[in-house]
């Protein structure tokens, strides 16, 4: 019997005013709760990949990443700034096509995405330890602590918490009183558009690239 994420093969996203996407409608609606899901951007994969590099002489599995986060691609514009994804089963690591990824969070508990939130914690913990000369021996529990006294703020707040800050929270963590040589800039830097998708035969959704919704542009307005 196929899992309930093996069942999902598309799904429609716009983009908030947060300037990230959020899941609209899925393929399976049984097995998905759509309510404050959201969903990664290519600009964020690619960000994830180069947060995770140096983490990788810790034994930060690429595996587990790709397994935690399903892969779409565009096909084609909705209109009213929604845009249709379809399932690819490429790897986030191993192409150069813009892909999306939602996070498998059909077990919010034991899945595929809460096994790489672990994953990368201990890693970084891992890496912490070994960069920091800590009085005692900094730990997963104190990580998770912190961070849990953001999500419950946030809870509390009433404010969905997208996926991919929950991501960075852990793989740019620093504790207070500490810093890190290249980890002055604690925002995304700032990248080239994404002005067109390679290898996309739809031909709607190649108009998709001349789309100000898909340019995620970063820039403030000036004063």
Known sequence: MPSATNQIEWCT?????DLNWWVVEVSDDIHWDV???SIIDPRQIAHLIDLAEPLREYNFDQDIMDQAF???KIQKDLGDGLVRLVRTKESFFDTDEPLFGLPDVVD???GPYADFLNHVTRVRVNMLNDIIDFEQ???VDELEEELREEENKNFIEGRSVHMFNETTNILDYVPAGWELDGDDNEDVEEEEE????????DEEAKKISESENL????EEEKA
């Open 215 to 218: 340019k995620w542009e970063e």
């Open 13 to 17: 996203v716009r983009l908030g005013e």
């Open 70 to 72: 399903i892969a779409f």
């Open 194 to 201: 994404i002005d067109d998708y390679p290898d996309i035969d």
């Open 35 to 37: 309510d404050g899901l």
């Open 137 to 139: 021996t900094f730990t």
């Open 108 to 110: 919010e508990e034991n």
